[in-house]
């Protein structure tokens, strides 16, 4: 399932499918515990992935929900994979720049197959070049300084999920606004360099099969995701994660109706934004007047 390894990211995703299962089905914890013979206090760790789950326990406790078979054996696969479940987390030498409410981020981005980023007001990190990062993290100020370089190098880091075999499949709606942002000084000439540098290594990424980029104008009207920001990660063995940044920290999305509404924000953003080949066409024409 994966190419980059979290643990405890993989745990925390099987975690949060063996409670929808259970909450789909109206069962309580006490009931679980009653017919598994798992303790409560170990059913709830296993929930919220504190640590790695037996396969034998997660097959018990799915075939009491009614679960079908081919989901059983999803979830048990998952568990099962030693390499996945013992491997260090691949983001774990920037460990001491990154926020823990991040780094269950970069995990699930480490393990989807697919991601759909809505980004209204910067351009998503994955498709950043190293220089607007740089100049992008720094203007924040929400890095410390002498964090900046090493908090940038795993942004960088995360850019080569797009180039890996199998590719990462990253679908970006970015929002005007984020493409007119000015993000680093212009040079002796007056000419927005980085932005000019951003612009082409935008249109090079999306000359690649694996990356769909689309902007939205002000002119394209409302949307559901009038709100801000956010993700979607799909997964090859486990269910669709949504995500949301804060200032100071993140919400995970993965309560199936709550999911739903991101689903459909999702769907209506591609549907909204301008096509692949006209939001190139809008691209070319800012790094013309770059």
């Known amino acids: 399932m994966t190419l980059r390894r979290d643990p405890a990211a993989l745990r925390w995703l099987i ?10 089905a109206a069962i309580r914890p006490l009931d679980v515990c009653t017919a598994t013979e798992i303790s409560k206090p170990k059913l709830s760790h296993m929930e919220n992935g504190r640590y790695q789950q037996n396969p034998a326990d997660i097959g018990r406790i799915l075939r009491f929900y009614g679960i079908a078979d081919p989901d059983i054996d999803r ?3 998952l568990a099962d994979d030693r390499e996945a479940t013992s491997a260090p987390a691949w983001w774990q030498p920037w ?15 480490g393990m ?18 190293r220089e607007y990062a740089t100049a992008f993290v720094t203007a924040t100020g929400l890095v410390r300084p002498d964090h900046v370089e090493r908090f940038v190098s795993c942004r960088v880091a995360r850019a080569v999920r797009l180039t890996d075999e199998p590719p990462l499949r990253l679908h970006a709606i970015i929002g005007e606004a984020a493409l007119r942002l000015r993000v680093g ?7 927005d360099g980085v932005l000019a540098r951003q612009y082409q290594h935008l249109l ?19 949307h559901p995701a009038s709100t801000g920001q956010f993700v979607v990660f799909d997964f090859a063995a486990a269910q669709s994660v949504g995500y949301v940044e804060h200032l100071d920290g993140a919400t ?9 509404t991101y689903e459909l924000a999702r769907t209506t953003l591609r549907e909204r934004a301008l096509s692949p ?9 800012l790094l013309g007047r770059a």
């Open 204 to 222: 090079d990424l999306a000359d690649r099969p694996n990356v769909t980029i689309q902007v939205l104008r002000p002119e394209d009207g409302p």
């Open 75 to 77: 979830l048990t696969g």
């Open 15 to 24: 975690g949060v499918e063996l409670a929808n299962f259970r909450k789909q």
């Open 277 to 285: 080949n006209r939001s190139a066409e809008l691209i070319e024409d």
């Open 95 to 109: 460990a001491s720049v990154l926020p823990n409410w991040f780094t269950t981020f970069l995990g699930l981005e």
């Open 112 to 129: 989807a197959d697919g991601e759909f980023s809505f980004e209204p007001l910067a351009i998503p990190g994955p498709l950043q070049t």
């Open 252 to 260: 995970y999305l993965h309560d199936h109706d709550e999911l739903r």
């Open 185 to 191: 000084a212009p040079d002796e000439n007056g000419a």
